[in-house]
């Protein structure tokens, strides 16, 4: 065997760590296109820093108080609590109420933490936006911290308590998910209010094109990018034209949430609110995991025709070990044998393979017109649904079936009664994708679409009535943003219906 020169040796063992800097540098700059770095020499330096160090303590304050009951008091609404730290004050609002709200959603508080106070930089999201707030995002990029007015605050904190009950009334609304009120004070300097929100567009990653959609025309077209430039455009009403956002089955559900959620609008007075929508090329993987996943729930139900199969009776009369090991043979065969499914990574097939299994364990006993609803979302619904979720207000709604842990699946197992499935069914739920932000997530058979309703601060009052009539004059026969909140809401759930199929 021919030795390498030593002299060789030394020298590729010398390239090869400068080589994978190199592709880590590429890859973290790729990463970070359209978002500029807060770093040492930003004007905005010192203030995300401060804003790091506060919310760490109040965060860590939630999580040495936690919240032990739903009950929600008068007094937790308005709550403040000061932290002075050196050089300035941090206040946080509705304390308790939002660390409830979190747990609502899922998040863990100390993951929270980590993500808004952690030593990599906050990043400034690059884009044509014309607001005049202040964008802030954690470093992966989950988060949104913006500044806002001090009587947008005060509108939020005043409707904090309705907009809860319509996020507990609807678990899967699309409105924006706020996870917090703060202010920060500096010596001689004016008073900051922010809030901070989960971001819609999460994960950005593989996301071609993002639209802010509000049903009008005036003052909506925004100029594509020139080539090589870092800004990223999010396109308007017009540039979105005819195209359509093409989600099959779960049109009905999009359309029926963009109603319920802009009914609750509506009621809040408010307008100027937008419907974002970001599209995402689905990989071949995630096509076929979703075209597999009605198709094999229907052939398992099939199937269980045949006495041979496990059925609920049959299984209840094997013990746990016996039924959960002959389900999880049958759900493997199932997989296996379906020929679409041949193509899936082992991931995908994971996934079916755990839906398989705790949907064979409490298959309903009533039988299903399989002609006429099983490959529609009706059927994913009415079979599904009532097992994946729980009806209980401010818990937390699994994402995937991978997030559900011993204590939930047995809960899931038992199954509820009629009642509970009309119930979560009138929440208007839905089969949630295996996602990181699955409440803001749909797929289609070709685009993961990201969508969410945001910036619902603007009260039609005495002053919006009056730009109302001033723009009827001056673009008379077109439409426009600032119209009756009633018209509003109607007008953009028109644009969803025309513009998805």
Request: some cysteine; proline content about 5%; hydrophobic content about 35%.
């Amino acid at each position: 065997m021919e030795l390498e020169p030593p002299e060789r040796s030394r020298s590729q063992r010398r390239t090869r760590p400068i080589m994978y800097r190199f592709l880590w540098r590429i890859r973290e700059e790729w990463k970070l296109l359209g978002f500029f770095e807060i770093n040492h020499d930003h004007e905005s330096y010192q203030l995300s820093c401060m804003l790091k160090e506060g919310l760490k303590t109040s965060i860590q304050h939630a999580i040495d108080h936690p919240v032990t009951t739903d009950l929600r008091s008068e007094s937790e609404f308005t709550a403040v609590h000061k932290h002075i730290h050196e050089g300035f004050e941090m206040r946080t609002y509705a304390g308790p109420i939002f660390a409830r709200f979190r747990q609502f959603l899922g998040l863990v508080d100390l993951e929270y933490q980590k993500a808004l106070s952690c030593e990599a930089f906050y990043l400034q999201f690059i884009s044509n936006s014309k607001s005049n707030a202040d964008f802030f995002l954690t470093n992966d990029k989950r988060f949104f911290l913006k500044t806002q007015r001090k009587r947008e605050i005060r509108f939020l904190l005043a409707n904090l308590q309705k907009y809860l009950k319509h996020m507990e009334r609807y678990p899967h609304s699309i409105l924006v998910k706020f996870l917090g009120v703060h202010s920060i004070i500096v010596p001689q300097e004016k008073k900051k209010y922010f809030i901070i929100m989960q971001s819609v567009f999460y994960p950005h990653e593989r996301i071609v094109e993002r639209y802010d959609i509000k049903g009008c025309e005036v003052d909506r077209w925004a100029d594509p990018a020139p080539d090589g430039s870092e800004v990223i455009v999010v396109f308007k009403d017009l540039n979105f034209g005819q195209n359509v956002i093409c989600l099959e089955q779960q049109r009905d559900w999009l359309v029926q949430q963009v109603e319920v959620d802009t009914d609750f609008l509506k009621e809040l007075h408010v307008i100027d609110y937008s419907f974002l929508v970001g599209l995402q090329p689905l990989h071949e993987d995630e096509q076929l995991l979703n075209k597999a996943l009605a198709n094999i729930i229907t052939r398992t139900t099939m199937s269980l025709c045949c006495p041979s199969c496990p059925s609920s009776t049959a299984t209840a009369q094997l013990d746990d070990t016996e039924g959960t090991a002959h389900i999880a043979t049958y759900a493997n065969q199932v997989i296996s044998s379906a020929d679409p499914q041949s193509k899936l990574s082992p991931e995908s097939k994971a996934t079916l393979q755990n839906i398989l299994e705790l949907y064979l364990k409490h298959r309903p006993s009533t039988e299903i017109d399989l002609e006429t609803s099983a490959h529609s979302e009706t059927f994913m619904r009415d079979v599904l649904a009532p097992y994946l979720f729980r009806g209980s207000s401010f818990e937390e709604v699994p994402s995937s079936f991978g997030d559900v842990d011993g204590a939930e699946r047995s809960h899931i197992i038992r199954g509820p009664s009629l009642v509970d499935s009309s119930f979560l069914l009138s929440q208007n739920r839905r089969l949630l994708p295996g996602s990181r932000n699955p409440l803001h997530v749909i797929d289609g058979p070709d685009y993961r679409y990201f969508v969410g309703i945001i910036d619902f601060f603007t009260v039609y009052g005495c002053r919006k009535k009056l730009e109302h009539l001033w723009k009827s004059i001056r673009y008379r026969g077109r439409s426009f943003s600032t119209v009756h909140p009633a018209c509003y809401a109607r007008r953009l759930c028109k644009w969803v219906e025309d513009h998805t199929t």
